[in-house]
């Protein structure tokens, strides 16, 4: 076994470890595969060094390989006596293996390496740390190429303390000189310390992905709980809606046979009165032409004997019979049908107003998801009541004592502290405003009055403006001059959320979450201005740059 081991070795390639294949001897005397070593040393072209990976030796210039035809013959004669190529498993350490420190010529791979000799062994030399007593005391770790960094590169000794004062490891020299004095350590006790450190952070840490995965599981039942009662609500609401519109399709259909029966009614009585009608103008023409034939008698005797013979009329139909049931009747039918009609829409309305707050309302929302809609606000000058100051690039307003020096202008606001944005708010936009004193935060439309100090002026006191006032005593919100007050946090800053399109207006109370204050739902028939109103010397109110 052990020639067939010897024979194996020596005409194996310690390149690729397999039977030599067109086997080169160079001038070191190791052999190898041709196309090995060539590969080989073509890796190494660019620094023209050519040397033996085993011995390292060096060659210049390049050998020229021939073929060791008595390798060759070789290696043929004991492949024929069923020699095979070394096992995949062996035991000879690769490039990216660490290879044995006592091994020579080919190197094994370590099992182990020990730090107090700060070497690696193979199985068969790893044997003495195994049988002897005194270096079985010896720390055996796997096999490390990084031995080297435990022997201190003053003392080239290996570093068994560790310096706390300035956290790295010494040996027991450095702790006598440069770092005598400081707070130093076995570098075991100092593992040990760490280690249970480490014991500890591992224990917190997996005790925080306990914590975590139950509040994972508890979101997850959260999600089936909100997944189940989505699904019922939308069920449970379909049903609703079906019943609604059925109920809806039957009154139709009630009024439309109501009004069908009293057009027959109507139309038979009619025709009845019609009938007796046409009866009659039949008897009064033929009398007519009764009277037209004695009228024409000349003989007066005749015509005085056949006059008294003739019938007396019949009493004619009265006209109040002829009358029938007025068109207006019918009218207003539509007109209580159309009524109906509007008053659905205004619950309709009013309740998906309610829907919607429900939804809203529960928690405080996040501002992150609203930025992406922020619009960039400026006031305009030529809006701004005389004593207002702007500032900030116009987006800040500010109550002064004096007027300002503002030529006149059709769009001015005269009798309120108003002033109303340079850029029209349409589709999906969100803005914040920073107040101080007393304001009044509002969306209006362009049209809205700017002479006088009446209703149809101030914001929130007629049709074409929707306001939030804000002060320290606390919110309400005013439209077409119906003021609500609004519980709410208190804060210096308010969020307007407009979705024109779908007639939402939101307004929020601002810090580091948003809280909902009012929601309107309604539809705007025209662009909307952002517009301020100040009262007092000193209030202010900033459009905030949006981000």
Not at 370 to 390: D, E, K, R, V
């Amino acid at each position: 076994m052990e020639e067939n081991q010897l024979d194996r070795e020596t005409i194996s390639c310690s390149i690729c470890l397999d039977l030599l294949k067109d086997p080169v001897t160079i001038p070191c005397g190791h052999s190898y595969c041709m196309n090995c070593i060539k590969n080989f040393w073509d890796d190494n072209e660019e620094k023209k060094s050519y040397h033996c990976p085993q011995c390292r030796e060096t060659f210049i210039p390049r050998p020229v390989l021939k073929t060791s035809t008595m390798l060759a013959a070789l290696v043929e004669q004991l492949t024929k006596t069923g020699l095979q190529a070394a096992p995949a498993d062996h035991c000879y350490a690769r490039a990216e293996d660490v290879a044995c420190d006592v091994c020579t010529g080919r190197k094994l791979k370590a099992i182990k390496s020990c730090l107090a000799c700060l070497a690696s062994y193979c199985e068969k030399h790893l044997q003495p740390h195994k049988n002897s007593a005194p270096l079985r005391k010896h720390k055996l770790v796997e096999p490390s190429e990084n031995l080297q960094e435990n022997i201190c590169s003053r003392h080239d000794e290996v570093m068994k303390m560790f310096c706390r004062t300035d956290q790295k490891s010494i040996c027991y020299l450095c702790s006598l000189e440069e770092h005598k004095g400081h707070n130093t350590v076995s570098a075991a006790a100092e593992r040990t310390e760490r280690q249970r450190e480490l014991r500890e952070r591992r224990g917190k840490i997996q005790q925080r992905v306990q914590d975590r995965e139950k509040d994972v599981k508890l979101l997850q039942q959260k999600v089936e709980a909100i997944n189940y009662s989505a699904e019922k609500t939308v069920e449970d609401s379909e049903k609703i809606f079906t019943e609604l519109i059925r109920l809806i399709k039957k009154s139709s259909s009630d009024l439309k046979q109501q009004i069908r029966s009293q057009q027959g009614t109507e139309v038979s009585r009619v025709k009845e009165l019609q009938e007796k009608l046409e009866q009659e103008i039949t008897e009064l023409k033929k009398k007519d032409a009764e009277l037209e034939q004695l009228s024409g008698t000349e003989d007066h005797n005749q015509f005085l004997h056949s006059y008294p013979s003739l019938s007396d009329l019949r009493e004619s139909t009265p006209s109040a019979r002829i009358n029938i049931r007025p068109l207006r009747s019918w009218e207003d039918m539509t007109a209580a049908v159309a009524e109906l009609r509007d008053k659905l829409q205004d619950v309709m309305r009013n309740t998906w107003t309610k829907i919607s707050l429900t939804m809203t309302e529960a928690e405080p929302e996040s501002r992150a998801g609203f930025l992406g809609n922020s619009c960039q606000i400026t006031l305009h000058p030529n809006t701004a009541y005389s004593y207002l100051l702007l500032s900030e690039g116009n987006r800040k307003v500010t109550r002064t004592l004096q007027p300002q020096s503002y030529s006149c202008h059709p769009d001015r606001f005269t009798g309120w502290s108003q002033v109303l944005s340079r850029e029209s708010l349409t589709g999906r936009c969100y803005l914040e405003v920073e107040w101080r004193g007393k304001a009044i935060v509002a969306v209006a439309y362009k049209d809205i009055s700017r002479t006088g100090g009446g209703k149809e002026c101030l914001f929130g006191c007629n049709e074409k403006s929707w306001a939030l006032s804000c002060s320290q005593d606390g919110y309400k919100f005013g439209h077409n001059n119906i003021w609500t007050s609004i519980s709410g946090p208190g804060s210096s800053k308010v969020g307007v959320d407009l979705d024109h399109r779908a007639g939402v207006l939101s307004f929020y109370s601002v810090s580091e979450t948003r809280t909902l204050l009012h929601r309107v739902q309604t539809t705007f028939t025209q662009p909307l201005h952002a517009g301020v109103w100040v009262w007092g010397i000193g209030a202010s109110a900033e459009f905030c740059k949006s981000k």
